[in-house]
């Protein structure tokens, strides 16, 4: 395991998530400490190995707490949710790692700082990250959709997309599919729900 | 009536039918152009249909797989299925394409492909046309293939086709270079453009004339230019060089699939794609019956005298089944070399006509001339024979040397530690 | 190295006042003979030379990582072998690594052997038929290819003998493999990897030393050691670019640090560095099966607990040496049956990013064999 | 000497292009139909559905209808109806039993994971039809295999199935495991 503390020293916005192992780097800094890890001769942090979105929705958590009184009261714990970036870097040079950094933006806008410019390895899995969630990389020098047609306009790795309605017929349908299939094709009754 | 002789069957069986013809000169001269043309057009094709059966068999048997033997016995009806699969076909024109050019490349590449068939010997007294000047003749109209393949790529409309086409007239051009001097050789030994005489320079006329049957037979062989020094040199370079002539591998760069999909036949289908498919393999006997006659000594081979004659010119195998043999062997070869070899890029292939093959085509004539005034005993070259071999060999590792530079080499590999 | 990153060099075209030509633009693929799968170039020709190139590619995109996270752990074990359809057995171990990584699962001693068996056996047939490959391109007419491919069938036959499948082996499992060897299995094993080296003699003696390949690989697509590290390039690319990575090594996942192999390193990263790198992997693989094969322990192969499991919220990245070069996985859990995350971090879909620095300058028929010799699987890099 | 690497490589492919004609392993091409097919003991394809007894194949099937094969087949390929009797109540039997097979991956998921051994690896393989949806479609009746066809494809498999069922009937009364999360 690497020593992360003289990063947290001399970057002081940096933060460690310990369940994670990872450092929580703010936008405004992320270019200044993946350079630094990249050069600094203790950690030569030169390949970035992995570069991974990540959609977290909004948690809404209904507890009940018996109240004093006898009466139950609801308690609502709301968790935000979050759009990170996560990347793993490694150093090929000192033949170590992995350093986990994370950049954590809103659902909403999720803008962050791309990495690009440090590290060349990050930018088609950028380009991806953009591509599948929507995740804006500042920076970036080539920000386009890389997997799915450039027509295309929704995000498919987020939690809350909607599947578009194209379905195609398959014998077999049961349960959600059956329900999509009923929507699609009103008229047709499938061979199972005859049998059934 | 003179006694039969089986090398001189079909042109006696000829000029007897010509004979009832004597009366009418005009009609005569007609049935005499069928009776060598027909021929020429029936055999090739029967001879392209084998070549692609040999052609899969020997690929597959290379590659370790059976090949086609689904139709017929070992499969030896399958030209006959590629055949007929390929009339069946869609004639697709693509629409932008520019029709005319588009529908007369192929028949552009066909006629000259089957028309230079005309100057080979086939066999003694078997020249569809005799010609002062065949040698001439066929490099003339074997260069307007190169027309037709640019014809094919640039009326396309299809930039794999262009590029085909472009590759096609640089390569053809250039390699045209070595292939005509290293002809050139042959033809300053003999003193004369006339195939029947190259074919009758390459025969020791004293030996066959012997009664011996062993110097007889030896007399065919021996006299074969590939024996000499320019002759070998000059046949290998003729033969590479006609490789890329004929666009076969490994300079197929105007159909290179694996980089411009099929280069100037990207476009072609059915009818059209079937007469490309046999113009290249009928200029590719041809090209090799050329330098079997220039270079293996044409319709001779081991032969002797049919017991019942006398004369010294009769033969008890046909010349013709010699010329088909070499012609096929050669065939053979290319097949064998397809099996094998990646195909060279397209500046390597300028660079290896150019700095290799044209060099070593001029030296070989100067080697040539050496060898035709240096002194003989007893008619051997004692003189010529190795210090043109040793010319020959040393000016090949040379221009190699000078030509491989110290880019490429073999590579040391080392270990992380 | 550089304070910024190696940015893509510019190719200058001659513009004289005298001379003025087109740039011609040509889509290579999806449908092209060499184009490895459905991947698309857009390549802009200066005669026949590579002025500007673009990968395009997704059209085999099945978005993989959505069926993942909406699928329990072992539902996705199965998906990942039709990731790189070459090397099902080293996606498998890649994804059970990263999962036992995350749960802290163990694996039994004898399933590690066969993971090593597998994943070597792997790279042997991988490597074999992408030189194969690689000969295609460079115009051969399949020759060096159906050897390879004669030689690979006797691996896929031992694939199927201890998996069931050919190439969709979905053989590992968390915490071990699925099933132990047949009675046999290990003895075929051992013939087919002692014949294997004279298979290797052969195809070194057509293609090592054939002038053709020799010039035709040699200083092309060269790819320089700075740029290589700098843009994540891994496995035999990289080491060709004469980089000494290789995860066997450096991470010595499984029991990799129980056998002796070397790692071989090129020196000029061209075309030429790639194609023997491979050989040489290769060579080092059979020593590698060799001593597995003679040290394999009796034992269970999987841990019975790690069936139906459903972990702790956490997070791990596993990662192993596949024969394309860094086969990642970067899993999340929140403590569902279903993974939060699931990403794949895909060798050749990253090598792919040098491919317009390897290719500018240089002929299109260069083009071709710089895209062969990165060794990409459509499969992976679309996913 | 320039062209060595060249002639040596042809030399090569002469010696494959003979050796073909002699030695089997050079020619290692089968010929199918005629010479057989390729699948051997271990090939895996397609799932079916075993039963015990010959007489009675939807008597003595052992699938219950439980559904953990539906669950976590990865391609959601198999959909299952529980049979109902005259009152009403669930008789321990698919009623409809479909595999989707155009779907079906052969990964062997549905097998790990039944309880009861009843779905067992095929390996027919000559499966292709001309119709896309209901040919592809294998229902209750095609999928019924006796356990004598299972020990004829993969007798060693089916050797430990049987062991296992002989001691799991030593056993009291088997409780059907729940299905796991």
Known sequence: MIDLAPILAKFPPVKHDAAANALIVPQALALEVAKWLRDDPAYRMDYASNVAGVDTLPVEKKTKVKQPDGTDKEIVTKKPGSMEVVYHLYSMALKHGPITIKQVTTRENPVVTSLTPIYRGAEFQEREAFDLYGIQFEGHPDLRRILMWDEFKDFPMRKDYVEPDDYEYEPTPHDAVLAKAKAHYPKASTSTEAAS | MTPINPDQLIVQLTQWALSFLDSYPLVAVLVAILLSTVPLIAVFPGCFAITTWLERKGLARIQNRIGPNRTGPLGILQPAADGIKMLLKEDIVPKTSDRLAHFLAPVVLMVPAFTILSVLPFNRNMIPAAVDTGVILFFALGSVSTLAVFMAGWSSRNKYSLLGGMRAIAQMVSYELPLVLSGVTVIMMTGSLDTTKIVAQQQLSEWIQSSNAGLQCLGQIIGWNVFTPWGFAGFLIFFVASLAEINRCPFDLPEADSEIVAGHLTEYSGFKYALFFMSEYVSAFAINGLSTTLFLGGWSGPNIRPPWSDDPNALLIPGFVWFFAKMFALMLVMIWIRGTLPRLRVDHLMGFAWKFLLPLAIMNIFVGGFYYYAPRWHGIPVVGWPIGFLVMYLSYECIGRLNRGPKTAQRVYHYAS | MSTETIAPREYQIYSGDDLRTNVLEISMGPQHPSTHGVFRMDVSLDGETVVKLKPVFGYLHRNHEKIAETTSYLGSMPYTDRLDYFCSMTNNWAYALAVEKMAGLAVPERAEYIRVIMAELTRLQNHASLVGFLTNDLGASGTPLLYAIREREHILDLFEWASGARMMCNYMRFGGVRNDLPSGWLAQCKKVVDDFPAFMDEFETLLTGNEIILSRCQNVGVLPRDLAINASITGPCLRASGVDYDLRKVDKYGIYDRFDFKVPLGSVGDCYDRFMIRLLEMRESVKILKQALATIPEGPVNDSKARNFRPKPAEAYGRIEGPKGELGFYLVSDGTPKPHRYHVRPPSFINLTVLEDMCLGQKIADAVIVLGSIDIVLGEVDR | ?181
């Open chain 4, 1 to 181: 000497m320039l062209g060595i690497g060249i002639l040596k490589g042809m030399v090569v492919t002469a010696k494959n292009f003979f050796g073909s004609f002699v030695n089997k392993r050079l020619l290692p091409t089968i010929q199918y139909p005629e010479a057989g097919n390729s699948v051997t003991l271990f090939s895996r394809n397609i799932p079916f559905l075993v039963y015990d007894n010959d007489e009675d194949p939807l008597g003595t099937m052992r699938c219950v209808a439980c559904k953990i094969c539906e669950k976590e087949c990865p391609p959601q390929c198999i959909y299952i109806v529980m049979e109902k009797d005259a009152n009403g109540k669930p008789a321990k039997r698919p009623k409809v039993f479909d595999i989707d097979i155009s779907v079906c991956m052969g990964c062997q998921i549905c097998v790990e994971v039944c309880p009861f051994e009843s779905i067992k690896m095929d390996s027919t393989f000559e499966l292709s039809t001309p119709d896309r949806f209901e040919g592809l479609l294998l229902k209750r009746e095609h999928l019924l295999k006796s356990n004598t066809y299972f020990h004829k494809i993969h007798p060693d498999e089916a050797q430990e199935v049987d062991d296992r069922l002989a001691a799991k009937q030593k056993k009291p009364a088997p409780t059907p495991s729940t299905p796991a999360a």
